[in-house]
Each structure stands twice: as C-alpha cells, then as structure tokens.
C-alpha cells in the first residue's frame, strides 16, 4: 500500500471518531438529559476536563485534516508533507491519550450523584470496582440511570480514544517510511 492511501484511510477514519468524542463529551454534561445538573454544577469532575472535546476531538481533528492533505495528490505529498504529519501524528497521539486517560478515570472514579441528600462520587476509592457490582448502582438517586449513563459514555470514549492512538501511532509509522522512501506520487500511484 502507497504511503499516500494508507494516509488518506487513517484521515477517514478518524473523522467519525472525533465526531463521536465530541458527541459523548457533550452529552457527559447533560446526564439524565436534562441541563440542570450543569446549571447546578453537579456533573462529575471527569466531564469538566473534556477529554473528548479537546483530546479526541480538537487534538486529533488537526492532525486528521493535515494527515487527510497529506494523501492527496499535490498538496503536501512529498518527503516534507509526510515528515509534517509525523509530528501532527504526534499532536494526535497526545489527544487521544488524554481522552484515553480522562475516561479511564472517569470510569474508575464513577459519577456524581445524590446518594440520599447529598451529592457525592460513592463509588471513588472503593474496593470492589462498582463496575463489577451492579447491585451498588441502586446508591445514585439522582440522576436517574447515572450510572449507566456515564459508563455507556466514558467507555464509547475509552474505546473511541484507544482507536485514535492506534490510527495516530500508524499515522507515524506510515508518515516515517513516507518520509524516507518517498510518496508514491513520482510512481504515478499515490
């Protein structure tokens, strides 16, 4: 495979990845589906620090765009254009591992939530993993179905952020042999 599809496949890819970030980030402000919980600041401290805002989604969308350029004939596909996209590459592999890190955290932790009057993270610290037990769940009285809410969300990033790093990582790979042996664009192939 050409230097220049194997580009141009990993810019595609990621576009609806970014988009779905973006979406689960968004939608992490609004559990329950209702905004007063954000008006009222009672979202869990994972949300507030957009992973899949700025880091599956900006962070990656630049490099997307320039790897995307990059793999189209006569803009930016020659040796330069391909050690360029080793660093935007790189851009996108910093993104992707601070959603990555942000919804592991945000899953490890579990939600804010009211637990009878108080509002309350009862699930930070705790041995075994809420995740494993879906009995505790029960403790959230509000925001109805929190827990499940922010586990469906989180892990769509996690899963979203880890096939980011993986495209972003090929990305480097692809853009160094692009970088040493040339595009394919003087072969006629690109």
């Known amino acids: 495979m050409c230097t220049g599809k194997c580009s141009r496949f990993v810019a595609v890819s990621l576009y609806p990845l970014v988009l779905i970030s973006i979406i689960c980030n968004i939608l992490l402000f609004f559990p329950g589906w209702d905004v007063k919980y954000a ?67 945000g899953l490890q932790n579990g939600p804010l939530c009211k637990v009878v009057l108080i509002w309350m993270t009862p699930f930070k610290d705790r041995e075994p993993s809420y995740l494993n037990d879906r009995t505790s769940w029960g403790l959230c009285t509000e925001p109805k179905d929190i827990v499940e809410f922010n586990i469906g969300l989180f892990a769509t990033l996690l899963a979203c952020s880890v096939l980011q790093l993986v495209l972003c990582a090929v990305q480097m790979i692809n853009g160094l042999f692009g970088c040493l042996c040339g595009t394919c664009t003087d072969k006629g192939q690109l």
């Open 39 to 105: 008006q009222d600041g009672n979202i869990t401290e994972e949300v507030k620090y957009m992973g899949g805002l700025v880091g599956g989604g900006l962070l990656v969308l630049l490099p997307a765009l320039y790897i995307h350029l990059t793999g189209s004939q006569g803009c930016c596909a020659n040796r330069c254009g391909m050690f360029l996209s080793i660093a935007f590459a790189a851009v996108g592999v910093a993104g992707a591992l601070y959603s990555l890190i942000v919804a592991v955290l």
